[in-house]
Every structure is written in structure tokens, then in C-alpha cells.
Nanobody, 126 residues
């Protein structure tokens, strides 16, 4: 069993930055691949970024490349998502996810995740 707790959301103006954190606990083997997703009202859930926790390989959605950075601190069992140059279209509920099935080659583009956090809201005003 894996538990994920997201923090760090908030309200910012366009061009601003936020750092989201996802504190993970539970079976390490079930967290080999971790990712950040987002969902805005009336829109489908979108995969934003993923990281292979064993190798550190990352993958990003085209819409956030160059602006968002996913990273991890293994000593703290925490995955981060740095959000820079935020735009109103980035407003959404952001969710952390984990899965043990995706190896490092598959993780950067994985879309199916078993464990999910409760989400943290990001609101960007123009």
C-alpha cells in the first residue's frame, strides 16, 4: 500500500512560480514510477510529468516542457514539481501518482497509475 500527500498549491499571478511536493510512504517497489497529473473543470485528466524513482529518467507533456521540472529527494521520499512561468491555462487540481509496474523505459510516458493523492489546487490569474 502506498500513501501520497500533495502540498504546495496556491494562487499566483501569470508568470509566477510554485513548487508542489508529494510525500510518499509505503511499499517502495510500488513507487518505482511517480508522476504528476492535473485536471481542470470540464477537462480530461492530463499527465504533466513522470519520473522513474530508480533511475531518475523523466518525461513531460509538451505543454509544460521547459517550464515545469519534476525531481525527487529519496532521503525524504518526496517528489517535487517545480512550476515556472505559470499561465492561466495551468490552473487545475494537481495530483501525485505512483505505480510499481512501469520500469525506467516506460515510466516517462506512462499513463496508468495505481496510487493517487488527494490533490492540491493551483490557480493562476491573468
Amino acid at each position: 500500500l502506498v500513501q501520497l500527500v500533495e502540498t504546495g498549491g496556491g494562487s499566483v499571478q501569470a508568470g509566477g512560480s510554485l513548487r508542489l511536493s508529494c510525500a510518499a510512504s509505503g511499499d517502495t517497489s510500488s513507487r518505482k514510477c511517480m508522476g504528476w497529473f492535473r485536471q481542470a473543470p470540464g477537462k480530461e485528466r492530463e499527465a504533466v510529468a513522470r519520473i522513474s524513482t530508480t533511475v531518475g529518467v523523466t518525461g513531460y507533456a509538451d505543454s509544460v516542457k521547459g517550464r515545469f521540472t519534476i525531481s525527487q529527494d529519496m532521503s525524504k521520499n518526496t517528489v517535487y514539481l517545480q512550476l515556472n512561468s505559470l499561465q492561466p491555462d495551468d490552473s487545475a487540481m494537481y495530483y501525485c501518482a505512483a505505480d510499481g509496474r512501469h520500469g525506467w523505459t516506460r515510466c516517462p510516458t506512462a499513463t496508468e497509475f495505481t496510487y493517487w493523492g488527494q490533490g492540491t489546487q493551483v490557480t493562476v490569474s491573468s
